[in-house]
C-alpha cells in the first residue's frame, strides 16, 4: 500500500524522514534552505538546498565509518545552524537515533537524562564535552565522540573527520515508519524531563499535518525561534532564516534581531513561544513597527493571552492569522484555533474562568475527555468519556501519538492507555469540550488545587486575577496535602506597576475573585519579582517552584 505525502510517495512499511530533505533538494536545488547572521558582519550566509542535503551525505559517509550506524543513540548539543541541520539529516539517514536535551535543564537533570539514554555517540560543542568529562557515569557505553568546534583534551574526533570530501549520495536507511528515529526529552515542567521516542512515522505524519492544517507551502519563508521546529521547515522545502538570538531564552529575546530578519529577507512564516511574542509585541505597538510580508505566525508551549494576539495583529497585515496548536512534546499537533476567533469569540469566555480554548482536534486524531485519574490506567473503556461540559483529563490517539518514553516503564504505564492494537496518550492536561465541539484548557491535572470543599483549575482562576491591568500574569498553587490544600495566589506586576500601591492593588483582587464564584474562596495572594519559566519557551509557569516559595511566606 503506497500513501502520498505531498509530493512523496512513502510505502506504509518503510519510511525514514531524511528522505524528506533530498525529495526537496531534487525540487529546489538552488533554493535557499538555511539562512543565517554572519558574525560581527552586515549580512546573512546562507545554503541551499542542493548543499544541505550534499552536507547531510558527507556526514553520514564520515558518521558511518566513524562508527555511528543504525540504531546508534547520539546526543546532539549543537548550535542552531548548517551543522545542526545537515548533523541531524545524516543521523536519520543512517538509521541512527539523535537525541535532544534542552541544554537549560540543570546539571542534576541532565546527568539523569543523559545516564537513562546511554549514548553511544556523543556530538557537541566544547562547553558540553566538559560537562561529559564531569559526568562518566552517565556516559557508560560511548563509543564515538565528535567535538563540533576547538577540542581540548578529552580526545575524540572533530567535526572535520567525520565530514567525507566526496560528493557519492548515501543511499537512506529503509527504516520501518515504527522504528525509532529520535528521542526528544520534554522540558521538565512538571516533573523529571522524560525522553519521547519518536518514530519516523511519527515524524512523517506530523509534517503532513503542517502542511496540510496549516497550509505551509514550499514558496514561504520561516523565521523559527525553536531550533526542532527548524527542522520541519528542511522538510517541506521552506527557507530557514535563523535569527540572531540565545534559544534558550526566547523572552530575553532582543526584538529588534527578530524584525530585522523578517524585513531583510521577506519573510512569511514565524514561530515564536508565548514570551518571545509578548516581547516582541510589546516593543512593536511601541515604535510602529510593521510586518507587512508575514501571513502566519505559530505559538505554542503555553496559553497566549488575548492581549498579545491584539499587539501582534498590530503589526501584521489585515488577513495575516496567529496560530495557537495545542500539543505536548508526546503529541504534536492535537488541536488548533487561530487568532481571529479567539479575539472575537472565546476571549470573553476566557476573562470569566472558563479556560483557554485551544480550538477542534485536528482531521484523524481522537481527542476525549475522562475522569480525573492520578494512578495508571492500564486498559481502555468506552465508558471513560465524559460528557460536553464536564472537566476532567485530556487523553489523545492518533498518528502523531508517541508510543513510550525511552528506558522509563514507570512513566509510560503513567502515561499511556492500551485500546486494542493502538494506545491512548494521557495529556496531563485538564479541559473540556464545549457545545460546539472545541476543546478548552483548564490547566496541568498536576496543578490542580484541591481544597477540603472544591477543586480549582489554575488557568480557570488566574484568569480572573489576570484582568486587572497592574497583573502581568498571575499563577494558583496550592499548599499542604491535596485534599485539605490551602489555595494562594501568586502575582507578577506589570513592569510599569512595580511601585503601586499595593494595600489597593490587593483589595481589588480580592474584590474580583469575591465577584466570581471560580474564585471567590481565595483570599491569600502573594507579590512575586519573577516567576520561575520553563527553559524551552520561557512560557510555562514552574508552579510546583513557586509553591515552596509561597509555603515559606504563608505561615
Not at 538552488?30 to 548543499?51: L, M, N, Q, S
Not at 476571549?347 to 494512578?375: E, F, L, N, Y
Not at 508517541?402 to 485500546?419: F, G, Q, V
Not at 464545549?434 to 488557568?459: I, M, P, Q
Request: proline share 6%.
Amino acid at each position: 500500500m503506497i500513501e502520498r505525502v505531498g509530493l512523496i510517495e512513502a510505502a506504509a512499511d518503510t519510511c525514514n524522514i531524511a528522505d524528506q530533505l533530498r525529495a526537496m533538494a531534487t525540487r529546489f536545488p538552488d533554493k535557499h534552505a538555511v539562512v543565517w547572521p554572519i558574525a560581527r558582519e552586515a549580512g546573512y550566509g546562507h545554503i541551499t538546498f542542493d548543499g544541505l542535503n550534499s552536507e547531510a551525505d558527507r556526514y553520514a559517509h564520515g558518521l558511518d565509518a566513524a562508527g555511528v550506524t543504525r540504531g546508534t543513540r547520539t546526543v546532539v548539543f549543537v548550535k542552531p545552524g548548517v551543522e545542526f541541520f545537515a548533523l541531524t539529516f545524516a543521523l536519520f539517514r543512517i538509521g541512527a537515533v539523535p537525541v535532544m536535551i534542552d541544554p537549560g535543564i540543570g546539571k542534576q537533570q541532565m546527568r539523569l537524562c543523559l545516564s537513562r539514554v546511554n549514548a553511544e555517540a556523543f556530538i557537541a560543542v566544547p562547553l558540553a564535552h566538559v560537562f561529559r568529562k564531569l559526568s562518566p557515569s552517565s556516559f557508560r557505553d560511548l563509543r564515538v565522540s565528535i567535538t563540533v568546534g576547538r577540542r581540548w583534551l578529552w580526545g575524540g574526533l572533530q567535526l572535520a573527520d567525520v565530514r567525507a570530501d566526496h560528493d557519492r549520495p548515501y543511499e537512506s536507511t529503509p527504516t520501518r515508519a515504527d522504528e525509532t528515529a529520535a528521542i526528544l526529552f520534554t522540558s521538565g515542567s512538571t516533573g523529571p524531563a522524560k525522553g519521547v521516542v519518536y518514530t519516523h512515522g511519527v515524524f512523517d505524519a506530523q509534517v503532513r499535518y503542517l502542511r496540510t492544517h496549516f497550509g505551509f507551502s514550499d514558496e514561504e519563508k520561516d523565521l523559527p525561534t525553536f531550533p526542532l521546529f527548524a527542522l520541519f521547515d528542511a522538510a517541506l522545502g521552506m527557507t530557514a532564516v535563523i535569527p540572531d538570538m540565545d534559544f534558550t531564552k526566547p523572552a530575553s529575546v532582543d526584538p529588534r534581531k527578530i524584525i530585522a530578519p523578517i524585513r531583510d529577507h521577506s519573510l512569511t512564516q514565524m514561530f515564536g513561544s508565548p514570551a518571545l511574542l509578548d516581547s516582541l509585541s510589546r516593543y512593536g505597538v511601541a515604535h510602529g513597527i510593521r510586518l507587512p510580508t508575514i501571513k502566519r505566525v505559530i505559538t505554542a508551549g503555553a496559553p497566549v493571552s488575548p492581549a498579545v494576539l491584539e499587539r501582534m495583529h498590530a503589526m501584521l497585515p489585515d488577513d495575516a492569522l496567529i496560530h495557537t496548536p495545542y500539543g505536548a512534546t508526546e503529541s504534536l499537533p492535537v488541536a488548533s484555533i487561530d487568532s481571529r476567533e479567539i479575539l472575537t469569540d472565546t476571549q470573553t469566555r476566557t476573562a470569566s474562568g472558563g479556560g483557554t480554548c485551544v480550538g477542534r482536534p485536528m482531521a484523524g486524531i481522537d481527542v476525549r475527555v475522562i475522569p480525573i485519574d492520578d494512578q495508571p490506567i492500564g486498559n481502555w473503556s468506552d465508558e471513560l468519556p465524559l460528557p460536553p461540559g464536564k472537566i476532567g483529563e485530556i487523553v489523545v490517539r492518533g498518528p502523531v501519538v508517541t508510543r513510550t518514553y525511552h528506558n522509563d516503564a514507570p512513566a509510560t504505564a503513567a502515561a499511556k492507555i492500551s485500546d486494542s492494537a493502538t494506545l491512548w496518550h494521557r495529556m496531563g492536561d485538564v479541559g473540556y469540550f464545549d457545545e460546539r465541539s472545541r476543546l478548552w484548557f483548564c490547566g496541568r491535572k498536576a496543578h490542580r488545587v484541591v481544597t477540603a470543599n472544591e477543586t480549582l483549575y489554575t488557568v480557570r482562576c488566574e484568569a480572573i486575577f489576570n484582568q486587572h491591568p497592574d497583573v502581568h500574569r498571575s499563577a494558583l498553587v496550592g499548599l499542604g496535602t491535596r485534599g485539605t490544600q490551602k489555595a494562594v495566589i501568586c502575582i507578577e506586576l506589570e513592569e510599569t506597576s512595580r511601585e503601586c500601591d499595593r494595600k489597593t492593588l490587593t483589595a481589588a483582587l480580592l474584590k474580583l475573585a469575591a465577584g466570581n464564584t471560580l474564585a471567590y474562596s481565595i483570599n491569600t495572594i502573594l507579590y512575586h519579582p519573577g516567576f520561575p519559566v520553563d527553559v524551552r519557551h520561557n512560557a510555562k509557569i514552574f508552579r510546583e517552584k513557586l509553591a515552596v516559595w509561597a509555603a515559606g511566606k504563608v505561615r
